[in-house]
């Protein structure tokens, strides 16, 4: 009886002690998401053109050109900022996979390119790891941590984890399709009739991805021959490759609604992350 005498007040301690801590965590990421926000809307730019024109098709690769004309209608704004809400899982594992649930919200603005995923991994019952996966201002960030407090991973700067950052902004165009206009600043290469590369640079940063597209001109993946990936604390660059699927008309615009994220290993694909949109706002040039 002693003993249990004890243990019920030390368990409630706890419960309350743990309780703060999930709410303290909760408020803490919440203002570091927010400060993320605003310095992404402080290196935000006007679009160099605020509509779309079929003039634009002019000497683009084909199959550019029939998913632009799948995709936006003659004289559509250009979309300068996006909200994205996302569910879906992620694989956490090393070797067998591990699939997790996630939760997550996204904000992208396209000029300057920029983009703030922030987002909930959920480990077990009750415990969640938040996630920031981030390109602002010219910058890459991932910061991962357990309830928003115990740090587990971050890194933030320019080189490897900028370029990319750049390149998930790059290939998530397919929700935001005029950032992948020339007018935008996007140069395209044809390679055949279903695929072609695009190159966008953001200061003296420079990246190139390959999009797929079918019959009906939707784009169903894109891929880049080399994306830094973190072995064992180095960073080795690895073919990488998202697909799209499940193609709707949103704000006049038709996107994917779902999609899978995969690195091409040599002993074969790892897919990473699985999602749906489950809430998609476009905000456009006036």
């Not at 909200?83 to 067998?96: E, S, V």
């Not at 991932?142 to 902004?169: K, N, P, S, Y």
């Not at 080399?226 to 193609?247: L, M, Q």
Request: glycine residues 10%; proline residues 7%.
């Amino acid at each position: 009886m002693t003993t249990l005498k004890w243990v019920v007040p030390v368990l409630a301690l706890l419960l309350v002690v743990t309780a703060l801590a999930t709410v303290y965590g909760r408020r803490r990421w919440a203002a570091q998401t927010q400060a993320l926000w605003q310095q992404l809307q402080a290196a935000q730019s006007p679009p160099r053109v605020t509509r779309y024109s079929e003039h634009e098709l002019d000497g683009l690769p084909p199959p550019v050109q029939r998913w632009l004309r799948a995709t936006l209608a003659d004289g559509a704004p250009v979309i300068t900022m996006v909200d994205i809400d996302h569910q879906g899982q992620m694989n956490l594992g090393d070797g067998a996979e591990r699939w997790v649930p996630f939760t997550s919200r996204q904000r992208v603005v396209t000029q300057r390119p920029g983009l703030v995923w922030d987002a909930r991994v959920r480990l077990l019952p009750g415990l969640q790891v938040h996630v920031h996966d981030a390109y602002v201002a010219g910058q890459g960030l991932l910061h991962a941590a357990v309830a928003g407090l115990l740090t587990v991973a971050r890194q933030r700067g320019g080189g490897d984890i900028a370029q990319g950052e750049l390149m998930r902004f790059m290939a998530e165009a397919a929700w935001y399709p005029t950032a992948l206009l020339p007018s935008q600043g996007v140069r395209w290469q044809p390679v055949d009739e279903h695929l072609a590369r695009a190159t966008l640079s953001d200061g003296e940063l420079a990246v190139t991805l390959s999009f797929s597209f079918d019959d009906q001109g939707l784009m169903t993946a894109c891929r880049a021959d080399g994306r830094g990936r973190s072995v064992r604390g180095r960073t080795v660059p690895t073919p990488w490759e998202g697909r799209w699927s499940d193609h709707q008309w949103h704000d006049g615009v038709r996107v994917p609604m779902a999609g899978e994220v995969a690195w091409l290993l040599p002993e074969g694909r790892r897919p990473y992350w699985r999602g749906r949109v489950t809430r998609l706002r476009h905000g456009t040039a006036p």
